[in-house]
């Protein structure tokens, strides 16, 4: 049996509350994000989840969607990895925005949220995951963000 990259984490999810809706992540990814947003908060700057635990279905729901849809794979997979695929699986990946923008939007990398992250993510732990020209061949996407254990 093949081993995925991404093995969903359900026994070490735990909720995490942002704009009245629960996100679940790793527990240490959590731990993370409250410090990187208490920090982010005390600085003025208002980090918004978009999403953060993504389960292998839900990924398939997704694909499945944007085929109804009418996108090809080849436009799905240039910016949705494939289920099984998806650093959200780990409960490691969020995807964040701020105030005045829409989620999951390249002008997200105009925002004084974005800059900031780039400037302190590391300190907690946080990487982005697809800078343009990626290794992987995804989109650039400037809210998704990674935490990779200090």
Not at 6 to 28: A, N, T
Not at 49 to 58: H, N, P
Request: overall charge negative; aromatic content about 12%.
């Amino acid at each position: 049996m093949t081993r995925l990259p991404f093995v969903e984490e359900e026994q070490s999810l735990v909720p995490i509350w942002d704009s009245d809706r629960e996100f679940l992540m790793h527990l240490k990814t959590a731990e993370a994000w409250n410090c990187m947003n208490a920090r982010a908060s005390s600085e003025g700057i208002n980090l918004r989840i978009v999403s953060a635990f993504r389960s292998v279905a839900q990924q398939e729901g997704i694909i499945e969607r944007k085929r109804r849809k009418g996108l090809s794979d080849a436009d799905i997979f240039r910016v949705n990895a494939p289920a099984g695929f998806s650093e959200h699986h780990s409960g490691r990946a969020i995807d964040i925005t701020t105030d005045g923008y829409l989620p999951l939007e390249e002008e997200f990398e105009d925002s004084k949220a974005f800059h900031w992250l780039n400037e302190n993510a590391k300190v907690f732990g946080f990487a982005l995951s697809y800078p343009r020209n990626n290794q992987f061949g995804i989109a650039y996407e400037p809210w998704h963000w990674l935490y990779k254990e200090k």
